[in-house]
């Protein structure tokens, strides 16, 4: 079975640019999260999609930043206009209801 | 808000010595506990759950509510042990609120 995929594995930017980042959770999983990993800190809950809807978005650092999970199967994280404190590693997990989250390899994403 | 702390950043041991990783938590109602871990080029993946109160690769954590500690426990380490160990907590909702984790050193 294809785990969590998420595309690209590495992202470098300019500051003020936009990047999409992909993620593909594992075929039947409903639940669908988005955790980011700053340099130096923990790894910390942006938000979390039911199928398509926006269960808990309680996360999201700011309006540059924007989820979608169209259709309830593939999501993608916009970060528009990328800051220099947006550099980390964003890792999406899926889950079927609250059993166990299954994470992707995370996307690296460095803004200069 | 909930929070996890793991205090020590890197943790480095003897091969077949005994191995205890800690994690502290706070929060005022019953968590659901979690150890994840990830080895060198791999993902995140759970190593154990606290309401399964399973060993998984000779590892074991006991929740202790009344010291909120979650500590991860291996009695003789080995070389593939090695790796980042996050605790995680989950409380009222599907998030999980992770600790910075702990670097586990395996000296052969």
């Known amino acids: 079975e294809a785990g969590v995929t998420q595309f690209p594995s590495h992202s470098v930017i300019e500051k003020g640019q936009t990047v999409t980042l992909r993620c593909d959770p594992i075929s039947g999983h409903d639940n669908l999260y988005w955790y980011r990993r700053v340099m130096g800190k923990e790894i910390k809950f942006l938000l979390h999609?039911?199928?398509?809807?926006?269960?808990?978005e309680s996360g999201m650092p700011n309006n540059r930043f924007l989820a979608e999970r169209t259709g309830g199967t593939y999501s993608t994280l916009k970060v528009q206009p990328a800051e220099l404190e947006d550099s980390g590693v964003y890792f999406c997990?899926?889950?079927?209801?609250?059993?166990?989250?299954?994470f992707g390899p995370g996307t690296r994403l460095t803004v200069l | 808000a909930q929070r996890v702390t793991q205090p020590e950043k890197l943790l480095s041991v003897f091969k077949g010595a005994p191995v205890e990783l800690k994690c502290n938590y706070s929060?005022?109602?019953?968590?659901?506990l979690f150890w994840y871990v990830q080895y060198s080029r791999q993902r995140l993946q759970l190593l154990l759950r606290h309401i399964s109160r399973e060993s998984i690769k000779g590892f074991t954590a006991d929740l202790n509510k009344g010291e909120t500690s979650f500590h991860l426990k291996k009695p003789f380490a080995q070389e593939e042990d090695s790796a980042m160990y996050y605790c995680a907590l989950r409380a009222g909702s599907y998030q999980l609120t992770f600790g910075k984790g702990t670097k586990l050193s395996v000296i052969p």
């Open positions: 997990a899926s889950s079927q209801m609250g059993y166990e989250q299954f």
């Open positions: 929060y005022s109602g019953s968590p659901e």
């Open positions: 999609f039911v199928k398509e809807s926006k269960q808990d």
